[in-house]
């Protein structure tokens, strides 16, 4: 009787780790693109057994396949960047294709033809970006780099650029808006995608999992606020999101972070909001001015700094990246309130200038007066 039972439990065991292995392989997937394409000669034919190389400019990693019987190649799991192509064969010219770009989870198609020549005969090419995807039905739109840097953010908070995405929108029509929840970095999640409930966007960094539930509200918020200098770009899928993100949500956003290369590079920032900067709110300005006093913004003091910087440990091998961000804010808040005199907590209000009705007798409210040209609704 033991042994069956040994025999059960290692297939359960079996199954088990094949279930994590397939989970940590898909999210692998999520978070990176890939490039594949076909290799033809210049009648049309395939090109099996065609050496094809990969390479990244900026770290020097290269990767090297061969293509098929078809003449089909591919590679995936690819950090986004730019790349370069070479293909070999004996019999013909070497052809190599430069700045090829690859986005987070989007394949890029590179086919290529070979023309008869010497492998030392090489032919360059330089990539054009496509028109439009041809390798999925995914919906979205891809937030650049350049999209990041350029956009004004006030608290520097990444997720708010979903709104420059067609099909979400901020509930009850506000920008920014969040009404279930007043959790920091939860402001994206109060967005409605496709007119679907607020709450359902998944969040994913490098192809991890970045999604907790808030309690009690049925709804999925990003863990954390990652640095807005550290983001490379960010693809927010919208409509038929792919398999690959393991997905319960009806959005998926995917963050890419920046990494180290062969060159040092890195940035820095200052943002400063004092109070002599600012101006004054309406309100409180006309305020001021009825009370006498001079014209003077509330005191509100606002700074963030920090910077990012990236480079080699060891050349074409390993790198460092590393990134920074604080936020500093004063603010003082005044308020007037009323309370109750002694005479009021007794029950006393003679000494007030206005009349105390009874709200429970609603026929005797002044209310109720104005509507009946005056008189007591009671006759």
């Known amino acids: 009787m033991g042994s069956p039972i040994r025999v059960i439990s ?15 392989f898909a999210f692998s997937q999520a978070g990176q693109g890939k490039i594949t394409g076909l290799i033809t000669d210049t009648s049309g034919a395939s090109v ?13 990693v290269a990767l090297t396949t061969q293509t098929t ?13 730019s790349y370069n192509l070479t293909v070999e064969k004996s019999g013909f010219a070497s052809v190599v294709q430069t700045d090829i770009l ?20 090489v032919i360059t090419v330089q990539a054009a970006a496509p028109l439009a995807g041809t390798t999925n039905s995914t919906i979205g739109q891809l937030i650049t780099a350049a999209t990041i840097q350029r956009v004004p953010l006030v608290d520097r908070d990444v997720y708010k650029l979903v709104q420059l995405s067609p099909g ?3 509930v009850n029509g506000a920008v920014n808006n969040v009404e279930f929840n007043q959790r920091p970095g939860a402001d994206v999640s109060g967005f409605s995608i496709n007119g679907l409930p607020q709450g359902t966007l998944y969040y994913l960094e490098d192809g991890a999992p970045l999604t907790i539930a808030e309690n009690n509200l049925g709804a999925m918020i990003p863990a954390i606020i990652p640095p807005l200098d550290s983001i490379q770009e960010y693809q927010i899928e919208t409509n038929n999101v792919p398999a690959s993100t393991q997905s319960f949500g009806t959005g998926v956003l995917s963050l890419v972070s920046k990494s180290g290369a062969n060159k040092v590079h890195g940035d820095a920032f200052f943002y400063g909001r004092p109070n ?15 009370a006498g006093k001079p014209n003077t913004p509330p005191n509100f003091h606002r700074y963030q700094w920090g910077g990012s910087i990236g480079g080699p440990i060891e050349h074409d091998k390993l790198f460092y990246f590393a990134d920074y961000e604080g936020t500093t804010q004063r603010s003082l808040d005044t308020a007037t309130y009323t309370v109750p005199t002694a005479a009021e907590r007794t029950g006393n209000f003679s000494a007030d200038s206005f009349t105390v009705y009874n709200p429970f007798d609603v026929e005797q ?9 005056g008189a007591p609704c009671r006759q």
């Open 365 to 373: 409210t002044p209310l109720c007066a104005q509507t009946n040209g």
């Open 276 to 290: 002599f900067w600012a101006a004054n709110d309406p309100f409180v300005k006309a305020s001021q001015l009825e």
């Open 168 to 170: 979400i929108t901020p």
């Open 48 to 60: 099996p057994a065609a050496s094809v190389k990969l390479l990244n400019p900026a770290t020097g």
């Open 69 to 81: 019987a078809a003449g089909l190649y591919s590679f995936v799991s690819l950090i986004p960047g």
């Open 102 to 121: 690859v986005q987070v989870d989007q394949t890029t198609p590179v086919n290529l033809t070979l023309r008869p020549g010497t492998i030392r005969q």
């Open 10 to 24: 290692s297939r359960i065991l079996g199954g088990f780790l094949a279930f994590l292995l397939s989970a940590a």
